[in-house]
């Protein structure tokens, strides 16, 4: 058993102190790093100012999930640092190799031997064995451990997205396909609510209810930003314009989707039909994943850099997972795809994902904050469920983390642990020892009492 971790939602009060806020009407956003501005992660001062901490800046966790494996060929890494010899697959990382460790031999235990596809994949993110038939039953993920734990700093404790609808019923194996649609759990019998639709993602982070749908965040903070302009340097100010032209950016594009989604809705009350039953574009999601999933890893970005959360899972794709890529030439669905995981369609498939991943891990990184980046102080982990799509091989797991967490995680290294025993290579190790740097400290978790070695 975990110690009791969670807080009630309604006690929750944000933590708001030593940050600048730029505010108004409904909302309130956390400022990127700006130099002329007193330090806002900064502690308090003491008594003798050389007695006062370094700043510190806050750390930022991301579980990306893409279901049903990768090409094993060309899923490799040799070498270190700015010489790190990366695979066909993992090439879109190659400008981020020194933010970048590569995890070998790395597998779920409680996942393995136990049935395919849900009962491998609803627990990754907690190693606590699945209970089969109509009861759910598994365990806390460590997103929600963290959210916890971390969420009193911000207005909200953790985001959970996803690219595809849920699935219901059961699988063959007799396990849930709740299982198999999300990887992260509150507790052990409820996964949290996954948000699919970009526009109630982002009006979730914003607070946007009602007639504040329509109204632009930026014209809610205009006043308070024009304020804050004539305070701050001319270097600051460009800083500035460029945030809050990427919100910007990033809104408009939601606002787009909101109108594909009202139309959804209202059509789908015409024909007396549940949205969730429709399929894509008619349930008012993008009919091009690619710019699903690229605005969805915008509002992760986004999130993180207005300090709006600290903690965040983004289902790309899920288990079983029915996605179609006619923009690589692709015929076959991807859980199709994965039966045939060698061949050069599957590795494009792969690729793809990894691309997303890259994607995201430079948005963070092209945001200063103090001598280093968003991505510097955060860490991507990116894992599936299986390695051998064709087999249904989770003896293990493709894993990588991007981001150093303030310098608390060393990078740019490829670490195996192929050859330590199964008992040296559990993925709760990571769990464990990537919490330990976010100063959540658990003497044990899921499978795991024991951090991971070499980390």
Same mark, same amino acid.
């Given at each position: 058993?975990?110690?009791?971790?969670?807080?009630?939602?309604?006690?929750?009060?944000?933590?708001?102190?030593?940050?600048?806020?730029?505010?108004?009407?409904?909302?309130?956003?956390?400022?990127?790093?700006?130099?002329?501005?007193?330090?806002?992660?900064?502690?308090?001062?003491?008594?003798?100012? $050389?007695?006062?901490?370094? @700043?510190?800046?806050?750390?930022?966790?991301?579980?990306?999930?893409?279901?049903?494996?990768?090409?094993?060929?060309?899923?490799?890494?040799?070498?270190?640092?700015?010489?790190? =010899?990366?695979?066909? $697959?993992?090439?879109?990382?190659?400008?981020?190799?020194?933010?970048?460790?590569?995890?070998?031999?790395?597998?779920?235990?409680?996942?393995?031997?136990?049935?395919?596809?849900? +009962?491998?994949?609803?627990?990754?993110?907690? +190693?606590? @064995?699945?209970?089969?038939?109509?009861?759910?039953?598994?365990?806390?993920?460590?997103?929600?451990?963290?959210?916890? *734990?971390?969420?009193?700093?911000?207005?909200? @404790?953790?985001?959970?997205?996803?690219?595809?609808?849920?699935? &219901? +019923?059961? %699988?063959?194996?007799?396990?849930?396909?709740?299982?198999?649609?999300?990887?992260?759990?509150?507790?052990?019998?409820?996964?949290?609510?996954? =948000?699919?639709?970009?526009?109630?993602?982002?009006?979730?982070?914003?607070?946007?209810?009602?007639?504040?749908?329509?109204?632009?965040?930026?014209?809610?903070?205009?006043?308070?930003?024009?304020?804050?302009?004539?305070?701050?340097?001319?270097?600051?100010? *460009?800083?500035?314009?460029?945030?809050?032209?990427?919100?910007?950016?990033?809104?408009?594009?939601?606002?787009?989707?909101?109108?594909?989604?009202?139309?959804?809705?209202?059509?789908? #009350?015409?024909?007396? #039909?549940?949205?969730?039953?429709?399929?894509?574009?008619?349930?008012?999601?993008? =009919?091009?994943?690619?710019?699903?999933?690229?605005?969805?890893?915008?509002?992760?970005?986004?999130?993180?850099?207005?300090?709006?959360?600290?903690?965040?899972?983004?289902?790309?794709?899920?288990?079983?997972?029915?996605?179609?890529?006619?923009?690589?030439?692709?015929?076959?669905? %991807? %859980?199709?795809?994965? %039966?045939?995981?060698?061949?050069?369609?599957?590795?494009?498939?792969? #690729?793809?994902?990894?691309?997303?991943?890259?994607?995201?891990?430079?948005?963070?990184?092209?945001?200063?904050?103090?001598?280093?980046?968003?991505?510097?102080?955060?860490?991507?982990?990116?894992?599936?469920?299986?390695?051998?799509?064709?087999?249904?091989?989770?003896?293990?797991?493709?894993?990588?983390?991007?981001?150093?967490?303030?310098?608390?995680?060393?990078?740019?290294?490829?670490?195996?642990? &192929?050859?330590?025993?199964?008992?040296?290579?559990?993925?709760?190790?990571?769990?464990?020892?990537?919490?330990?740097?976010?100063?959540?400290?658990? @003497?044990?978790?899921?499978?795991?009492?024991?951090?991971?070695?070499?980390?």
């Amino acid at each position: 058993m975990h110690p009791p971790i969670n807080t009630p939602v309604a006690s929750r009060r944000p933590s708001l102190s030593r940050r600048t806020f730029l505010r108004g009407s409904g909302v309130l956003m956390a400022l990127p790093w700006l130099d002329s501005l007193p330090a806002w992660s900064a502690a308090p001062a003491t008594d003798q100012a $050389t007695d006062a901490p370094p @700043p510190k800046y806050p750390q930022r966790f991301a579980a990306i999930f893409v279901g049903n494996g990768i090409n094993s060929d060309h899923w490799w890494a040799k070498g270190a640092g700015a010489e790190m =010899e990366l695979s066909r $697959t993992l090439a879109p990382l190659a400008p981020l190799r020194t933010k970048l460790n590569v995890f070998e031999g790395l597998f779920n235990k409680p996942a393995v031997g136990v049935g395919i596809h849900p +009962g491998q994949t609803g627990n990754i993110l907690s +190693g606590m @064995p699945l209970m089969k038939g109509a009861v759910l039953r598994g365990g806390i993920s460590m997103d929600q451990v963290l959210a916890n *734990r971390l969420g009193l700093e911000t207005m909200q @404790p953790s985001l959970v997205l996803g690219c595809e609808q849920p699935i &219901t +019923g059961y %699988h063959e194996t007799n396990f849930s396909m709740a299982y198999s649609s999300h990887i992260s759990w509150q507790n052990a019998d409820s996964p949290v609510p996954m =948000e699919v639709y970009p526009s109630l993602a982002f009006d979730s982070l914003f607070e946007n209810r009602g007639n504040r749908r329509t109204q632009s965040i930026l014209d809610r903070i205009k006043d308070d930003a024009a304020s804050l302009a004539r305070k701050i340097s001319a270097e600051d100010h *460009r800083k500035l314009d460029e945030y809050l032209t990427s919100v910007r950016e990033v809104e408009k594009r939601v606002d787009r989707m909101r109108s594909d989604q009202t139309k959804a809705e209202e059509n789908a #009350r015409d024909r007396g #039909r549940p949205l969730l039953a429709m399929n894509r574009p008619d349930n008012g999601l993008p =009919e091009d994943i690619r710019d699903h999933m690229r605005l969805m890893c915008d509002i992760v970005a986004l999130a993180f850099q207005t300090d709006r959360t600290r903690v965040a899972t983004l289902v790309l794709c899920r288990d079983l997972s029915g996605l179609f890529y006619p923009f690589l030439g692709v015929r076959k669905t %991807h %859980h199709s795809a994965s %039966h045939d995981d060698l061949s050069d369609d599957f590795e494009k498939i792969a #690729r793809y994902y990894v691309s997303n991943l890259a994607y995201l891990a430079s948005r963070l990184d092209a945001m200063p904050e103090g001598e280093g980046t968003v991505l510097d102080h955060s860490c991507l982990l990116y894992l599936s469920n299986m390695f051998s799509g064709s087999k249904h091989d989770n003896t293990r797991l493709p894993v990588l983390t991007v981001g150093g967490l303030g310098g608390t995680l060393a990078t740019g290294r490829v670490l195996d642990f &192929t050859k330590a025993g199964d008992g040296n290579r559990k993925l709760c190790s990571l769990h464990l020892s990537l919490m330990d740097r976010m100063g959540v400290t658990l @003497p044990r978790f899921g499978d795991a009492d024991a951090r991971l070695a070499g980390i």
